[in-house]
């Protein structure tokens, strides 16, 4: 049986603002995904700059946008409207409910993770997203050849992705392994908030591609 704590987000859903009831975005709220297409999932797509470039070098695909925060997903349906684009989904929650409630297996072309929370504190470390059970559960969604790319900043979280390459090296092909190709400035990736803010602190943010075999 599932329960309320099953799909448990953590962090603010909404900006500080004492009053944030726009809920604009629901507008291209995500449909269930046919699996005959070519479905891209950006997880904690922040603002929407890495949702609004897949969907403009992707037109043909779907991309849908899974994110807690409902600022940010205000942020990009405006910019959707603006930028004339119909192949944006949206789905305002946890990317583990997202899964279970409207993927089916093989219905996933392609997955992108750009700069998750790192949750720092040792008593957070639980809550980080990537592991070999998030890799285990998403497997049977992904179609074969499927590519999961991973961006991220945090040089423990950096050694946790790492860790966790080889423990599913029987089921994920790493792709970039040489080090030149870890980054992320070297590849023509979205600009994101996360991204300037890294840079802003002197950090090369870590790029890693993977292919489920």
């Known amino acids: 049986m599932i329960n309320n704590s099953t799909y448990r987000l953590y962090g603010r859903t909404k900006g500080r603002k004492k009053k944030n009831n726009d809920q604009s975005f629901l507008k ?6 046919d699996k005959k297409k070519l479905n891209i999932i950006d997880i904690g797509s922040g603002f929407g700059e890495s949702t609004i470039k897949l969907a403009k070098d992707n037109k043909k695909k779907i991309i849908i946008s899974c994110e807690k925060y409902i600022d940010g997903l205000n942020c990009l349906f405006r910019k959707s409207q603006e930028e004339l684009l119909d192949n944006i989904y949206i789905y305002q929650g946890n990317v583990h409910q997202m899964i279970d409630e409207y993927c089916s297996e093989n219905s996933l072309y392609e997955v992108w993770i750009l700069f998750p929370d790192p949750w720092p504190k040792k008593k957070h470390l639980k809550r980080r997203l990537i592991n070999k059970s998030f890799f285990m559960k998403i497997n049977k969604y992904l179609k074969s050849g499927a590519l999961i790319h991973i961006a991220s900043d945090s040089k423990s979280y950096v050694s946790q992705i790492l860790k966790t ?10 792709l970039n392994q040489v080090k030149s190709e870890w980054n992320y400035n070297s590849e023509i990736l979205p600009a994101t908030k996360y991204y300037k803010k890294a840079l802003e602190n002197g950090l090369n943010p870590f790029f890693v591609k ?4």
């Open 210 to 213: 993977l292919r489920k075999l």
């Open 165 to 174: 390459i080889h423990l599913i090296k029987e089921d994920f092909e790493w």
């Open 28 to 33: 291209i709220k995500l449909k269930e995904l």
